[in-house]
C-alpha cells in the first residue's frame, strides 16, 4: 500500500460500510471519463492498485474488460495492460483505499453559474469509506473554495475523524488536497507524466502528503501550495488562454468588416519578436477553455470585467460564422454546403462545447438536405441533428457534391487532402486552413 501504517494515527472505527470492503486499494479514483480514466491508468502503471469508481456500469464493463469509451493516443493499449495485469479494476461502488482522487464533471448552468454537485456527490459517495490516514485529492476544475466544501461534506458526514479545517487545534485524521490536472487532449498520458503539477493543501501537511503521492508517476515538478492557490491557478491558466483567443477572435471580425485578411496580418505581426498573436476560429470549445473562466466570473463579477468580455466575444463567435455560412446558402439557394469538422479542436473525438458542433446544428435545422458534415472521429452525427437531413459523409464525397464550404475544424485529414478537390468552391474558412 502507498500509505505506510507506521506512520498512521491510531486507526479509529471505520464504518459498517467500510467494514465489508474485502479488499484495500491504494488508488480510488472517482470518475472514468475524460481525465479519470487515463489516470487511473497511469497511477496503475507505475505500480499502483487503483480501483476506478462511475455511476455508468457500461463504462465500469468495458474498462473491466480492459476496454475504453473515449479516444484517447496510447489509452486503449495502456488500460489493457494495466487491466491484464490486474492493477486496474472498476465498479460502481468505492473502496477503501489510502488515496482518493476526484476527477468528477464541473459543469455550469444558463446562468453561467458553476455546477459543483457532482463533485459534493463524490465526497458523499466515498465518505463512508474513508480510513483514518486517507487522502483526498480534487482533481476537477474547480470555483475556489470547492476544497473546502468537499472538507465540509467529510466532516458532516464523518463526525468521528478529525477533518482539515474542522477539527480546531486537534491533528486531522485525513488529508484533503486540490490538484488540477493540466493535459491537452491527444497527448493526456504524455502529458500526465511529464507537466509539472501544481498541489494545493488543505494544511501545509495535506500538500506534502499528495505531492508524495504525485511524485510516484509525475516526472514533472509537483509544487507545493494552499489548495485556494492551486484552484485559482488552474482558472488563471485558462482564462489566459480564453482572453488571447477572443484579441484573435476580435481581431477576425474587425479585418472582416475592413476587407483585410487577417490570416496575413497575424502572420506579420507575428514576425516582431515581442508578439504572438493567437490563430482566431469559429469560437472556443471544450470543456475547460470555454467554461472555467465564468468560475472566476461568478466569484468576482465586478473584478472579473476583462475576463468577462473575453467570454463573450468567444461565445458570440459561432453566430457570426452562422450569419456567414447562412449568407453564403441564400446566395446559391440551390447549392449544397460541406461543413468540415464537429470537434472543437482538432485530431480529438471531443466534441463538448465545441462551436463547429453548435453551427453545424444550427446550419442543419435551417437547410437540411443541402448539409453535408465531413467528421473523421465519428460514425454518426451526434443525436441533436438527427432528422436534420443533414448526412454525414467522407471528405472526397462531400467535395463533389458540394458547391459551398464551411471549415470549423482544421483536422490534419483536411489539410493534407488534395487541394484540386476544394478547387474552384466558394470557401467560409473559419481556421485558416487554407490561408496562403
Not at 468580455?309 to 459561432?318: G, Y
Not at 453566430?319 to 447549392?335: S, W, Y
Request: glycine share 8%; proline share 6%.
Amino acid at each position: 500500500m502507498y500509505i505506510n501504517q507506521s506512520q498512521l494515527t491510531d486507526e479509529k472505527q471505520l464504518s459498517e460500510a467500510s467494514k465489508e470492503q474485502a479488499e484495500r486499494f491504494d488508488v480510488a479514483m472517482i470518475g472514468l471519463g475524460y481525465i479519470g480514466l487515463p489516470t487511473a491508468a497511469v497511477i496503475a502503471r507505475a505500480g499502483l492498485s487503483v480501483r476506478g469508481v462511475d455511476i455508468s456500469e457500461r463504462i465500469v464493463d468495458l474498462v473491466n474488460q480492459g476496454k475504453v469509451h473515449i479516444q484517447e493516443t496510447d489509452l486503449d493499449a495502456l488500460v489493457k495492460n494495466v487491466v491484464t495485469d490486474g492493477m486496474l479494476t472498476a465498479s460502481t461502488e468505492p473502496p477503501v483505499a489510502d488515496i482518493y482522487l476526484i476527477a468528477v464533471p464541473t459543469p455550469f448552468g444558463e446562468d453561467k453559474s458553476p455546477d459543483v454537485s457532482m463533485v459534493l456527490d463524490a465526497a458523499r459517495l466515498i465518505a463512508p469509506v474513508l480510513p483514518v490516514g486517507g487522502c483526498v485529492i480534487l482533481e476537477s476544475t474547480s470555483p475556489v473554495g470547492t476544497t473546502q466544501q468537499v472538507a465540509g461534506v467529510l466532516a458532516e458526514m464523518r463526525p468521528d475523524l478529525a477533518i482539515p479545517g474542522h477539527c480546531g487545534d486537534k491533528a486531522p485524521d485525513v488529508h484533503i488536497a486540490y490538484c488540477p490536472e493540466r493535459v491537452l487532449p491527444g497527448k493526456i498520458i504524455e502529458e500526465l507524466v511529464a507537466n509539472d503539477r501544481v498541489v494545493g493543501g488543505m494544511t501545509k501537511a495535506c500538500a506534502r502528503h499528495a505531492q508524495e503521492f504525485y511524485t510516484r508517476f509525475v516526472r514533472g515538478d509537483c509544487i507545493e501550495t494552499s489548495a485556494g492557490v492551486a484552484e485559482m491557478v488552474k482558472l488563471t491558466e485558462n482564462s489566459f488562454r480564453d482572453v488571447n483567443i477572443a484579441f484573435a477572435n476580435e481581431l477576425s471580425l474587425v479585418a472582416e468588416h475592413m476587407g483585410i485578411d487577417v490570416w496575413e496580418v497575424i502572420r506579420l505581426a507575428n514576425r516582431h519578436p515581442r508578439v504572438n498573436v493567437l490563430q482566431p476560429g469559429p469560437g472556443v470549445g471544450g470543456h475547460c477553455i470555454a467554461v472555467d473562466p465564468w468560475f472566476l466570473v461568478s466569484s468576482a463579477p465586478e473584478q472579473a470585467r476583462l475576463i468577462r468580455t473575453a467570454r463573450e466575444v468567444n461565445d458570440a463567435k459561432p453566430e457570426h460564422v452562422i450569419g456567414r455560412l447562412n449568407a453564403m446558402l441564400a446566395a446559391a439557394p440551390d447549392a449544397k454546403i460541406a461543413l468540415l469538422g464537429l470537434a472543437f479542436k482538432p485530431n480529438i473525438d471531443d466534441f463538448r462545447e465545441s462551436p463547429a458542433l453548435e453551427i453545424a446544428q444550427r446550419i442543419a435545422s435551417e437547410h437540411g438536405g443541402r448539409v453535408l458534415v465531413v467528421e473523421p472521429y465519428t460514425d454518426e452525427l451526434p443525436a441533436a441533428m438527427a432528422g436534420s437531413g443533414a448526412v454525414l459523409t467522407t471528405y472526397d464525397k462531400a467535395m463533389a457534391e458540394a458547391e459551398l464550404v464551411g471549415v470549423l475544424v482544421d483536422h490534419d485529414a483536411f489539410r493534407s487532402a488534395p487541394r484540386y478537390l476544394s478547387a474552384g468552391k466558394i470557401v467560409y474558412d473559419t481556421r485558416g486552413m487554407w490561408a496562403q
